[in-house]
């Protein structure tokens, strides 16, 4: 049984993408009427863009486990995510 | 990272689409988003709760998103049909992570593969049920024959951005995780689940193909060619050995980036025209050019033919299976992606010889054509240079094949 | 030189890249392009054949190597790489090549229908050919052979037309789909073929040279050998999977046909030649009763390119030096005069609208040239001495003869004498003899086709009056085959 690392960082992109799908209700949900400052009104297409966004932070994040293959709480090695590029033991 | 990606352009590609013809984008992107995690665990768990877990994440958000078009009849009985038989197959699968628990006493993949490779007897009932219930779980998530009811329906019954969701992100999945689990975990016991996998692969690239020369609607065509898409990656995984694993993975990028590029192609002009039968494709080539030519440079790509992805990854996917004493089943995947070429040429014939109706005057679609040519240069990519790719993929499965998978392989 | 292979295949690449770029507004921009970089692969093709044993070198030359993918997987050094290389054999095709897109450019001159979308495909099917022709590398040709094929199914079925022969009609779909899902059904046995004989040499690479020198065990050679024959033969029109070429010839526009009937078809012999024969000798001497089989008579009259590459499939049936020899030659004889060929008949289709010869009578009076064309043509074809047909064609016999094949030489020989009778009655009926009112307005052939077709005659007659640089360039490289008799 191999050692259980506790080090949720390595969920950050996960982390990044969950919160960023409450934003994205939130905004949806709560952007007042009248508008913030210049952005009038928030139309569907935007919140796709805006969507799109927080997918690409979250592959840029999980670009820091390149060449890293690490056992973590849920064994979560990364050789997976980083799919593509080449993992160093 | 690469679903993470898939998700950039989902998201991208549905953007307009919303705007026109659906309610609640807010939570629809959320969805998006959410399915993008479930497939990021999927392939980064070592531990079977922990893949059950992300894998229904994915599934349920992708069980949403299919019924997301509420108004419209068939995306209801789509997502129905989805949600149904995905309850169901992810019994078995939890059944069967029971029952190898059971035989076994661990849930994570390593130490499953040390104490089947300790059991030199036979295999035990419990066992073979198990593996027997998560293949059988897992073929219906990625929709392997006999386990694919579900994928026309829902394909056709989905909004368009949510098909090229499923398509790629529950395929490319389910892959990773078929992958791991059987390299990881199953390698020790490869004689006795060989032939049932490639039993199955035979089925599902034989019915998909051939089924999908039928097909009249464009979802539904891809949707039956995806099927048959599976059936040659289900060909890396009965052929296990770290070179085809590898080949696998190469193919699968290869797969959703020209299976995103071409659901792209179909999205933007289903926005522009809201038609998405066959037919309505012809003579696309003097309205749009642009689009018509990356369209046929995924089907071709689908079809396997040469300068792009779909040729390199197929003939190494091929021959690492050849390099198993697999010939056979290469032949079959070779002959029926012949077979495939057949009805993507149908499609491409349609855009370029068919005559318009009605010259409808067509804006240009920045974001999506920027999308698109990404794509189409990934394409172009993987088709001419696979090498950096290759190489990286390599090194990520020489992990997955290491220790036990790689001990029971060599000595195999 | 190895850059000289290289740019080849860059060249037509780079050229359909560049065409592409092109505005459409432009169509006259895109013919000077199109004629330019076609004139640069003829140049570069006559150098290749030309520099081949100038200084006195032999066997496989020009090598060049880009290494695509290696040590990776199951691949070892050299795993898949671009290795270009030519022999006396592929020397004379590359030129052949040069020489009929050069040509077809001048024929596909008038091509206003989106002429931008003609050439790039057209520029993609050429690097296909010439990276067949030069491929040392077994991934690489099949890569190539697919890429020549690809591009076939659109150039015909948007710019090619349909035939009504008044009891059936053949659309140019039909044509276009029959002919790419015939050739790709070919290719499906290669690609087993080639899967087999990487597992079974067990060298991690797709290396020719390599692979050439495994000993392969005979059973395997002759369970694999008819997988490369099969596969390539039905791109060489080889009898019964010749169905594909007359409608998908009839079909296709003239500038197509040109390269198609004139170097496309030759990619399959020569794939049989390089692959099968080269690395599966033992098959090939088993394979070779099968394909003589396939010889007789019907078949070899019934269609006039299937007939002439029933004489290549002969030759390399033979197995000794002569026949083989004889082969290649044939194959740029063929070519040469394939395109010469399709060059008169375009010409005349392009005003009269039909191809229907019995409507004509007595055209020589309103287009001379075009019928001398027709006629050298036409002479070469039925073997006339003085031409490239004849010396192709002695080697072929002569082969045949020595292999002890009496019966089908026999065959051949009887098939060339049927050859010149409906060569000759064409001739009379349609180009001498009194003069059908309905021709009253044909006007000669264009200025561009008229030099086309002067440059193929000039080639008809170097290799019929003077063939010794060519039975130099092959015979050396022909000897060199495994299993081949002298």
Redesign the interface.
Known sequence: ??EANFDWKLLA??YI??A???M??????FWPAGGIGRWKRL??????????A???I??LV??IWVDH?VSGV???????????????? | ??F??I???A??A???F??DR?L????Y??????A??GA??M?????LL?AYISLELLSFSLYVLTAYAKFDLRSNEGGLKYMLLGAFSSALLLYGIGMIYGATG?T?F??IGRALSKDTGGIDEALFLGLALIMAGLGFKVAAVPFHMWTPDAYEGAPLPVTALISAISKSGGF?LFL?LFAEAFAPKIDDWRYFIAGLSVATMVLGNLVAIQQSNIKRLLAYSSIGQVGYLLMGIAALS??SG??L?LHM?GYVVTNLAAFVCVIIFYNWTGKEEIKDFAGLRDTAPFLTWSLSIAL?SLAG???FAG?ATK??L???A??QDL?WL??IA??MS?VS??YY?VI??EM??GKAEAAVSMPVPW?EYGALAVLVAGVLFIGL???P????????TA??F?GVGQAAVAGR | MGGVLFALVAVPVCTAVLVMLVPSRYPQLVRYLALLSAGTQFALSLLVFFAYEFDGGRGLRFGFRL???EN???LGKHGISLHLAVDGIAAPLVMLTGLVIFAATFVSWNISYRNKDFFVLLF?LVAGVFGVFESQDL?FLF??Y??AV?PM??LI??WGASSNFGSFVRTK?YGA?KL??YL??G??LI??GI??T??EADRGTFDLPVLGQVQYDSDFQKAVFPFYMIGFGVLAGMWPFHTWSPDGHVAAPTGVSMLHAGVLMKLGAFGILRVGMTLLPDGAVYGAVSALAQTDLKYMVGYSSVSHMGYVLMGLATMNDIGVNGAVLQMFAHGAMTALMFTSVGAIYDQAHTRDMTTFGGIAQKMPRHSAFWAIAGLSSLGLPGLAGFIAEFHIFVGTFRAGYYWAGAAGILAAAITATYILRMLARAYFGPLNEQWENLREMRLGEQFAGALLIAFLLFMGLWPAPFIDRISDSVANIPGITS
């Not at chain 1, 849920?74 to 033991?89: K, M, Q, S």
Request: overall charge negative.
């Open positions: 049984m191999p992109p996960e993408l969950v960023w799908a409450g994205l209700i939130m905004l949806d949900l139309d569907k297409e935007s919140l796709g863009y805006i969507a799109a927080g997918a690409l979250a592959v999980s670009l293959v849920l064994r979560t090695d990364r050789c997976f995510r980083v799919r593509g590029l080449r993992a160093v033991r | 990272m690469f993470g990606l998700g950039v352009f998201c991208v549905s953007a307009r919303v705007r659906l609640h984008a807010g939570e992107y959320a969805f998006i988003l959410l993008v995690v990021n665990g392939a980064a768990a070592s531990e922990t661990s994570h390593g130490d990773a791991k770290p070179e590898s080949a993975v990028m071709f033919m040469p300068l040729f003939f190494i091929f021959q690492a050849a390099d010939l290469a032949g070779v002959t012949f070429l057949y040429l491409i014939k370029f010889l974001v240079y696979p090498a790719l290759l190489d990286w993929v390599d090194g990520s992990d997955v290491a | 290494d695509w993918l990776v997987g199951f993609l991934f890569f190539w697919e890429v690809l199914y659109l079925a948007v779909e789909m790419v899902l790709v059904a290719s499906v690609f087993v899967f087999a990487f597992v």
